[in-house]
């Protein structure tokens, strides 16, 4: 794992982690993720946007395998994700208990009604430490507003984002 400044040249390296281990949890037990986690990393002052009143402190983009911070920003997940895979695992449970049988006189459609209060399937919440305060996401939203912004766009982003049509 590494990182470069402005000028694309290495300026930090964690080598000789183990393969299984997340990028996440290779970075949060790395000098440099400690030092960000307790506020000694030596990042410069944040800054007031370019043509904005939005103070953003420097930071690292990153894929969700990291945790969201205020020195770490990364995309917004897949919002859906969720509901298809609950869904899918209900209609799995319909599948298999009622639709499968020869004899169902089941209509389709029958299995939200049948899953419904199924105590069978049971939420787990969420696993893991990639959650963020709210004011971390508040930071994340304020960036993702000024980058589509007048004073935040770049000339070419649009023209190059419509090129996929």
């Not at 990393?41 to 969201?68: H, K, Q």
């Not at 049988?101 to 049948?114: C, F, K, P, V």
């Not at 105590?119 to 507003?145: C, E, H, P, W």
Request: contains cysteine; neutral net charge.
């Amino acid at each position: 794992m590494a990182c470069c400044d402005a000028d694309y040249k290495f300026i930090w390296a964690d080598i000789g982690a183990y393969g299984a281990e997340s990028d996440g949890g290779v970075f949060r037990r790395s000098k440099i993720g400690k030092k960000l986690e307790n506020g000694s990393a030596e990042l410069p002052e944040p800054r007031t946007l370019p043509g904005s009143n939005i103070l953003m402190s420097y930071f690292f983009v990153a894929d969700e395998a990291f945790p969201l911070k205020q020195y770490i920003m990364r995309p917004y997940p897949v919002k859906t994700a969720e509901s298809i895979i609950k869904a899918t695992l209900c209609l799995h449970n319909y599948l298999r208990t009622e639709a499968c049988s020869q004899h169902s006189s089941q209509n389709l459609g029958d299995w939200r009604e049948i899953t419904r209060n199924d105590t069978n399937f049971r939420s787990v919440g969420r696993m893991g430490s990639n959650i963020a305060t709210q004011a971390i996401y508040k930071l994340r939203d304020n960036l993702a507003d000024y980058l589509v912004s007048d004073a935040g766009a770049i000339s070419y982003q649009h023209g190059y984002v419509n090129n996929g049509r």
